[in-house]
Each structure stands twice: as structure tokens, then as C-alpha cells.
């Protein structure tokens, strides 16, 4: 199984400051043949269910602000936001759907200093 | 709209059983591969299963043999069989779309239910 691991495991920032957080896997999950990495994460908010912000490690989804970005490729990730929203309060999530057992990070939360 | 309602959840003793089902509206559950999801509560996500289009299904180490992912294209709806339940199987439990941005290949989750609540307790 592909072992997923996000640093740190949570991080206080503030407002308008960029926040960055990291992923790694324990074996690449870039796919020769298309030249993409299967990594995705997600952005989770008390009470609700993952939202999908980021795939193939740096496309961002529809209708996600552009402060989300997502950079990286092989084994080492990064999720940053360019300038912390209040709204930005949550737990955020990386997974590799490179293969199965797909498999999470453990979760990052990110709060308001 | 594009929309997942998962429901069945509840409270069953260990040894117990139960079955999820997640209602789909908006695109077809068998034209796309779909996931169970879980989180134990205050934790982390755990991918459970999938039900490929073809309808292949592929588990977990930790439900292989006590859990069957399946569907019903009639309804519309996805549902997972839980057998022999333990208090660490306790978790909400999310229905998610695979995205299908690649035919044929694995992809991220674009769509999620509310998740369905399974506590597994004496």
C-alpha cells in the first residue's frame, strides 16, 4: 500500500498570509504513460464532507478560489494558499488514486493565528 | 445537480449487521466508479471499497470479507453490506464519485454525500 504523509499535522496562520502544506508518498504516483501524478486534495470543514480542491497534483478544481494551488510530482506534494481566508479554517487532506488501497494523508489543520 | 444521499446508519451491536445505501441523482452510478468512505469520529479519511463500471469491486484489508460494495442501476443507488461489525468500524461513512476524468482510470472523488453515521457499541 502507498503510504501518504502530511507535514505538519497542524499549522496557525494569519490572515492574508500564505500557508503551506506537504505531502509525501511513499512511492511515486506519477504515471509514465500520461506524465501525470494521480494526487488529489481535499479541503474538510467541521460537519461536512470533503470537498475536492486540487487534482493531478496541481489542477485545481471548478469554482475553487485561485488562492489554492497545488505543486509537485513523484513522491514529494504541496497544497498552498497564497492568502489565508477566514474561511480557509479547516482540515485539509491529501490521497493518491494512483492505486488501490486509494490512501489519505492523515490531515492537517489549519487554524487562524 | 449532481447530488449523493447516503442513508441506513445507525447503532448495532458488534457481530451485527447493516446496510448503507446512497441514493445518486444527476448522472448514472453505473456508468461511473463509485467509493465508500470512512471516518472514525475526530480521525482521518479511510478509503473502504469501490465498484468499478464494469462492476468489478475491490476492498480494504481492513472489511475484505465482512463488507460487499454494490448496485442498483434500477435505483440508481449504491449500497454497502456491513457483516460482522466492530466497535472499530464505528465511523460516518461517505458514498463518493470517482470523477472519470481518464476513461478507464482511477481518478480523484468530485462528489460526496453528507455521510451516514455507524456506531458499532454494547
Not at chain 1, 494551488?69 to 481566508?85: C, E, K, P, V, W
Not at chain 2, 448522472?27 to 462492476?55: D, K
Amino acid at each position: 500500500d502507498i503510504v501518504m504523509t502530511q507535514s505538519p499535522d497542524s499549522l496557525a496562520v494569519s490572515l492574508g498570509e500564505r500557508a503551506t502544506i506537504n505531502c509525501k508518498s511513499s512511492q511515486s504516483v506519477l504515471y509514465r504513460s500520461n506524465n501525470k501524478d494521480y494526487l488529489a486534495w481535499y479541503q474538510q470543514k467541521p460537519g461536512q464532507p470533503p470537498k475536492l480542491l486540487i487534482y493531478w497534483a496541481s489542477t485545481r478544481e471548478s469554482g475553487v478560489p485561485d488562492r489554492f494551488s497545488g505543486s509537485g510530482s513523484g513522491t514529494d506534494f504541496t497544497l498552498t494558499i497564497s492568502s489565508l481566508q477566514a474561511e480557509d479554517v479547516a482540515v485539509y487532506y491529501c490521497q493518491q488514486y494512483y492505486s488501490t488501497p486509494y490512501t489519505f494523508g492523515q490531515g492537517t489543520k489549519l487554524e487562524i493565528k | 445537480e449532481v447530488q449523493l444521499v447516503e442513508s441506513g446508519g445507525g447503532l448495532v451491536q458488534p457481530g451485527g449487521s447493516l446496510r448503507l445505501s446512497c441514493a445518486a441523482s444527476g448522472f448514472t452510478v453505473s456508468s461511473n466508479y463509485m467509493n465508500w468512505v470512512r471516518q472514525a469520529p475526530g480521525e482521518g479519511l479511510e478509503w473502504v471499497s469501490i465498484i468499478y463500471s464494469g462492476g468489478n469491486t475491490y476492498y480494504a484489508d481492513s472489511v475484505k470479507g465482512r463488507f460487499t460494495i454494490s448496485r442498483d442501476n434500477s435505483k440508481n443507488t449504491l449500497y454497502l453490506q456491513m457483516n460482522s461489525l466492530r466497535v472499530e468500524d464505528t465511523a460516518v461513512y461517505y458514498c463518493a464519485r470517482d470523477s472519470g476524468r481518464v476513461r478507464g482510470e482511477n481518478s480523484d472523488f468530485d462528489c460526496w454525500g453528507q455521510g451516514t453515521l455507524v456506531t458499532v457499541s454494547s
